[in-house]
């Protein structure tokens, strides 16, 4: 079945330590998305790729990293720097195309000690 | 810029009863329109979507009409059951250069049996 799969589906980790977490789809999908969740604030876009080895920063980039250096894959590393990493996180993908649907992987959640 | 404004939960309903869930959005452009639900600890699922303007999504007895001189895209259903309790999102997919998307706060809803 195509899908998109993230893992781990739960994560813990503590203080100043980096984190990836793992996104793949087989959808062959040209746009990948990641977005954080929390509480009352819907979903926040983090980045976002078109295309391989090409990406965009979304409106909450800071403290965040990612690459596409294939069309299946697109890791998220949550770094030290970012000042509040506890959250929902999810993938998506698409098409790319101004009409077409977002697909969502199930989810990480990270939990920040 | 492109933003989507839903009504706040929690709304929270008697099986059978009549829902709606409002959403408005502002953007550039003709944009797609969506409504993705999720249920507890998981990702996002597409409901339902609308292309353009006097469209009407519709799937498992939800509807939305894209209602362009309203900005509108209200997502309703006659009679709703205990299983349709999770939480609601409205969005859009912007049209022009880079295709991303926006996403409302999300609504909660609950049915009571």
């Known amino acids: 079945d195509g899908g998109i799969t993230q893992s781990p589906k739960y994560l813990f980790r503590k203080e100043g330590q980096n984190v990836t977490l793992s996104c793949e789809q087989n959808l062959n999908h040209d746009a990948m998305y990641w977005y954080r969740q929390d509480p009352g604030q819907g979903l926040r876009l983090i980045y976002y790729?078109?295309?391989?080895?090409?990406?965009q920063k979304g409106d909450i980039a800071e403290g965040y990293s990612v690459s596409r250096e294939k069309k299946e894959s697109f890791p998220l590393t949550v770094t030290s720097a970012q000042k509040n990493p506890t959250a929902f996180y999810l993938c998506a993908s698409s098409r790319g195309q101004g009409t077409a649907e977002a697909f969502f992987g199930q989810g990480t959640r990270l939990t920040v000690v | 810029g492109n933003s989507v404004t839903q009504m706040e939960g929690p709304v929270t309903l008697s099986e059978e009863a009549f829902l709606t869930i409002n959403c408005t959005y502002t953007?550039?452009?003709?944009?797609?329109l969506f409504w993705y639900v999720q249920y507890p600890g998981e990702g996002l699922q597409l409901l339902l979507k609308a292309t353009k303007a006097d469209d009407k999504g519709s799937n498992k007895g939800f509807e939305a009409t894209y209602r362009k001189e309203t900005t509108s895209f209200h997502l309703e259903k006659g009679s709703v059951q205990v299983s349709d309790s999770a939480v609601y999102f409205c969005a859009l997919s912007t049209t022009s250069g880079t295709y991303k998307y926006i996403f409302g706060t999300g609504t909660r809803l609950k049915v009571l049996a």
């Open positions: 790729s078109q295309i391989v080895n090409d990406f």
């Open positions: 953007a550039t452009g003709y944009p797609s």
